[in-house]
Structure formats: structure tokens, C-alpha cells
């Protein structure tokens, strides 16, 4: 079992910089790979990105690649989403995520475990 608590949402300007944390409560950090998501008003729930367990490896939607990074600190049970030159497209509420299974993974079926939300918006 992984609870999962995100920080760090906000209102912020497009072009502007913003960083998430979710720290994970669990014994096991190093057993789940992680993954970030997010919902936009009317929309489905959509990939954004995901790091493998020992941060080696990492996966982006292609909406946010070269703007957004993803990275882990396995020490404090934390994985965090640097997000820059944000567009007003990016406004949602992001979920971080993590899932047992091995390699990684991009469904939003393959992850067991979340976290309650923070909203970021993104104004023009």
C-alpha cells in the first residue's frame, strides 16, 4: 500500500516556471516506479510523464517534452515535476501515481495507487 500526497500547485503566468513534489508513504519507494498525470476540466485523464525506480530511465508526453522534468530522490520517498515555459494548455489538476509493475509505464491502468490532486493553472 502507497499513500501519496502531492504540493506544490499553483496560479502562475504562461512562460512562467512551477514545481511539483509527491512524497510517498511507504517502505517499499524503491519498489514503484512514478508517474505523473493530469486532468483538464472536460477532459480524460492524460500521461505527462513517469521515472523508473532507481530514476535511470524517463518517459514524456510529447506535450511537455523539453519543458517539463521528471526526477525521483529515493532518500526522502519523494518524486518531483519541474515544469517551465508552462502554457495556458497545462492548466489542470495533476495527479502523481505509482505502479508495482516492472518497466515503465505510460496507462493510467497500470498504476494501482494516487494521489488526491493539486491544481495548477496557467493564465494568457
Known amino acids: 500500500q502507497v499513500q501519496l500526497v502531492e504540493s506544490g500547485g499553483g496560479l502562475v503566468q504562461a512562460g512562467d516556471s512551477l514545481g511539483l513534489s509527491c512524497a510517498a508513504s511507504?517502505?517499499?519507494?524503491?519498489?514503484?516506479?512514478m508517474g505523473w498525470f493530469r486532468q483538464a476540466p472536460g477532459k480524460e485523464r492524460e500521461f505527462v510523464a513517469a521515472?523508473?525506480?532507481?530514476?535511470?530511465?524517463?518517459n514524456y508526453a510529447d506535450s511537455v517534452k523539453g519543458r517539463f522534468t521528471i526526477s525521483r530522490d529515493n532518500a526522502k520517498n519523494t518524486v518531483y515535476l519541474r515544469m517551465n515555459s508552462l502554457k495556458p494548455d497545462d492548466t489542470a489538476v495533476y495527479y502523481c501515481a505509482a505502479s508495482p509493475v516492472y518497466g515503465l509505464r505510460l496507462s493510467l491502468k497500470e498504476y494501482p495507487y494516487w494521489g488526491q490532486g493539486t491544481q495548477v493553472t496557467v493564465s494568457s
Open positions: 511507504t517502505r517499499t519507494f524503491l519498489g514503484y516506479n
Open positions: 521515472i523508473s525506480r532507481n530514476g535511470g530511465s524517463t
